[in-house]
């Protein structure tokens, strides 16, 4: 069976119903991420249409939350087994904004939270080694930074599903979009061509100049249906 670090998507043209079943409410694609709607009282959720091993492996995703810390808005990723409620989970709730970082078994919780921060946190990461959870952050996708917290686990996680979720536990007055986008898919480093300096290769910003100061400017690609800006 293969492992949950060899399920991708970039979602760069539409969500891939050949990889994706929706569980519960909506989702959408929206320029080269998933969408998924957090509307009360529903919650949406899209999960792998295979099913993959965890044990020794990891997942990982950009998250970007909409409305951060606005009451019960609750988005995040899980790796759960084929019961649905048994696994791993991260994920961002509550005012002011938290990141929980949890194991739930036998139906019961066990988790420890930290304050969110939407620029640390923008891309979440759980790993599975020696029958522990492990749970990172990074801001770029690239260098991550474990976020402090493990899980002893007697879970066998060798059958399971990667799963997005986004939802309001209490009404909040409105809709608010969660977005997903490069599954396990670490990112191009935009707009930093490389120069020859100090005997090798090194990545530098592409800029431009405004007339009074040179300003780093984003690279962007075309995926074939809309413009995606590197990071």
């Given at each position: 069976m293969a492992v949950t670090a060899t399920f991708t998507d970039t979602f760069d043209t539409q969500i891939d119903t050949a990889k994706w079943t929706v569980r519960a409410g909506t989702y959408a694609w929206d320029a080269g991420r998933a969408?998924?709607?957090?509307?009360?009282?529903?919650?949406s959720y899209i999960a792998s249409a295979g099913i993959y091993d965890f044990t020794n492996s990891y997942?990982?995703?950009?998250?970007?939350?909409?409305?951060?810390?606005?009451?019960?808005?609750?988005?995040?990723l899980a790796v759960l087994r084929p019961d649905l409620?048994?696994?791993?989970?991260?994920?961002?709730?509550?005012?002011?904004?938290?990141l929980t970082m949890r194991r739930r078994?036998?139906?019961?919780?066990?988790?420890?939270?930290?304050?969110?921060?939407?620029?640390?946190h923008a891309w979440i990461r759980m790993r599975m080694s020696g029958g522990q959870f492990h749970y990172d952050a990074s801001p770029d996708g690239i260098t991550?930074?474990?976020?402090?917290?493990?899980?002893?686990?007697?879970l066998s996680m060798t059958t399971s599903t990667i799963g997005f979720l986004s939802g309001q536990y209490n009404n909040e007055g409105s809709t608010v979009f969660t977005y997903f986008d490069n599954l396990n898919v670490a990112p191009v480093v935009g707009g930093r061509p490389k120069v020859y300096t100090a005997g090798s290769w090194q990545k530098k910003?592409?800029?431009?100049?405004?007339?009074?100061?040179?300003?780093?400017?984003?690279?962007?690609v075309y995926t074939g249906s809309a413009w995606k800006t590197l990071t």
């Open positions: 969408r998924l709607t957090t509307t009360y009282p529903s919650y997942v990982f995703v950009k998250m970007t939350v909409g409305a951060a810390g606005a009451g019960s808005r609750e988005q995040q409620d048994n696994g791993a989970y991260l994920f961002v709730t509550g005012n002011p904004a938290v078994e036998g139906g019961t919780n066990f988790q420890n939270s930290i304050l969110y921060d939407p620029v640390a991550w930074t474990n976020l402090g917290f493990s899980q002893t686990t007697a910003p592409a800029k431009v100049w405004t007339g009074s100061a040179w300003v780093e400017k984003p690279v962007k």
